[in-house]
């Protein structure tokens, strides 16, 4: 542990079979999602840090639109 923070690094390994399996058994509308969290497992560390600054980029450069939209939608929440 440095500073306060332990770092932990794990492997694991699955079989294919068993990955296939899995995807096999998910309802459709979880396909897409599963797909992509493969993809992102395969990435290696930089790739990942790449990633998340563009979507970070993307994110910002929309938030005032994002933010607005949000404000509208808690207008139509019912009050408890």
Do not use: C, F
Not at 24 to 49: F, G, H, I, N, T
């Amino acid at each position: 542990m440095v500073g306060g923070i332990m770092k932990v690094t794990m492997n694991a390994e699955i079989n294919r079979e068993t990955i296939h399996k899995l995807i096999d058994e998910l309802p459709e509308r979880d396909l897409r999602a599963a797909k992509l969290y493969l993809e992102r497992l395969k990435q290696s560390p930089e790739e990942v840090a790449a990633s998340d600054k563009r979507d970070a980029e993307i994110i910002n450069t929309h938030a005032d639109e994002l933010n607005a939209e949000a404000e509208d939608v808690l207008g139509y929440q019912a009050e408890w």
